[in-house]
């Protein structure tokens, strides 16, 4: 159980165009879900909390226009990257934690990933 | 702002090695706190977690941590370990008042030779 996927698992684009990265918890229904960004050899960096029915919370220093964030159900959240760059080239990564009331609602779980990149 | 400070980038050793990876965060409250691996090529996968309790916690794959909140530290241990091991570690640190929020290490490149 508790199992995250993300779609897709790779993505070339050219400058300028926008790219939508889905995250879906499969088995289990998540009200906050995270998303993360990965540059090769280092830390996952939080860019933004994502809450079932409401906007997202950026952290500091990320673009929320050109990071779109949207989780319209309990079992999917969409990253669209828009106007991409090559700057924006990166693993992202995004995390489901299940709901309260569910068996293990201070877990979190991770997607395997998404590998942008913007030529 | 809390920190989460990996003291290794890289480690390398053979099998059979004890591995002894430190984590260091920086926040005076309540934390719960994490390690993660990621094999090559994998998703994040949880190791151990702890949250309250016997500081001492075993997680899979014959690893372990130990919490010391006088040294705000969560080292992560395994006696003996395998080349299946070779991965990426990363210790992660969630605050009471954080949402949920996990902040990560830098992450430990371990690579265990044959």
């Known amino acids: 159980g508790a199992v995250v996927s993300q779609h897709p698992s790779w993505v070339i684009c050219k400058s300028g165009t926008s790219v939508k990265i889905e995250c879906r918890s499969l088995d289990f229904q998540a009200t906050t879900m995270f998303w993360y960004r990965q540059f090769p050899k280092q830390s996952l960096m939080l860019m933004a909390t994502?809450?079932?029915?409401?906007?997202?919370?950026?952290e500091q220093g990320v673009e929320k226009d050109k990071f779109l964030i949207n989780h319209a159900s309990l079992t999917l959240s969409t990253l669209t990257v828009t106007s991409a760059h090559p700057e924006d080239s990166s693993f992202y990564i995004c995390s489901a934690r299940p709901s309260f009331g569910t068996s293990s609602p201070y877990e979190q779980y991770f997607g395997p990933g998404t590998r942008l990149t913007v030529t | 702002a809390q920190s989460v400070s990996q003291h290794n980038h890289h480690v390398i050793l053979s099998e059979a090695a004890s591995l002894e990876l430190g984590c260091n965060y920086s926040y005076g409250g309540t934390v719960n706190l994490f390690w993660y691996v990621q094999y090559p090529g994998q998703h994040l996968q949880l190791l151990l977690k702890?949250?309250?309790?016997?500081?001492l916690v075993k997680g899979i794959k014959g690893f372990e941590a130990e919490f010391i909140k006088s040294k705000f530290s969560f080292n992560l241990r395994k006696p003996s370990v395998q080349w299946s091991d070779t991965a990426e570690y990363f210790c992660a640190v969630r605050t009471t008042d954080s949402w949920g929020k996990l902040q990560f290490g830098a992450g430990t490149q371990v690579v265990v030779t044959p």
């Open positions: 994502s809450n079932e029915g409401s906007k997202a919370t950026y």
């Open positions: 702890y949250f309250s309790g016997d500081p």
